[in-house]
């Protein structure tokens, strides 16, 4: 099925940070297979046009989108929505993505919900705290937006799943499968 997201033109969204400047280029995404309409998706960033922009893309794509500025409001509304997938950045002010994550794994009522970190932080050690608290999958910014619509799609296709390594093992044939890939033979 064709994404949502279309123009003739890439659509282009510059945003800056502290000292960054990210030119997100986003080109018509076209995913098979998976549908994610009606899915709901919280998205945890405190840069307001980073917030945006995901928001837009995701919205695009059919999805229903909470928003939230910092660790503190997204545990809150992850309580009270239960979402069926989160992005999260690590950096934010008042609980960080890591602590973020312990918290929601610790909670029976949102310990399967599937989390991808969505990070400008490059230290490898941080990634690996993030996975081993409890993120399922990470994404670097800048990020190429049909990668990310790819990443969210074959998530929410197996949010269902409550095995952690079975959830995992799924989400990466999944994503083979939409990128076109084949499997590994055993």
């Known amino acids: ?35 994610v309409s009606n899915e709901t998706v919280l998205v945890v960033e405190d840069d ?7 928001k837009e893309v995701l919205a695009s794509e059919g999805l229903i989108v909470h928003t939230a500025s910092d660790g503190k409001e997204a545990l809150k509304k992850t309580l009270t929505l239960v979402p069926n997938l989160v992005l999260l950045d690590l950096r934010m002010p008042n609980l960080d993505g890591v ?7 610790l909670d029976k009522h949102t310990q399967n919900i599937p989390i991808i970190v969505v990070t400008s932080l490059s230290m490898q050690s941080k990634l690996e705290e993030s996975i081993a608290a409890g993120a399922d999958d990470f994404v670097a910014k800048p990020f190429d937006v049909n990668d990310l619509l790819l990443r969210v799609r074959s998530m929410l296709k197996v949010q269902h799943i409550a095995d952690t390594q079975e959830r995992m093992q799924r989400y990466i044939l999944s994503l083979r499968q939409a990128r076109g890939e084949t499997s590994p033979k055993a």
Not at 18 to 32: L, M
Not at 48 to 54: E, W
Request: proline letters at 4%.
């Open 1 to 35: 099925m064709p994404s949502a997201f279309r123009s003739n033109y890439p659509y282009e969204l510059l945003y800056k940070e502290a000292r960054h400047c990210y030119a997100f280029v986003c080109r018509a995404a076209v995913i098979r297979g998976i549908n």
């Open 48 to 54: 307001a046009n980073m917030q945006d922009f995901l």
């Open 99 to 105: 602590t973020y994550c312990k918290a929601v794994r």
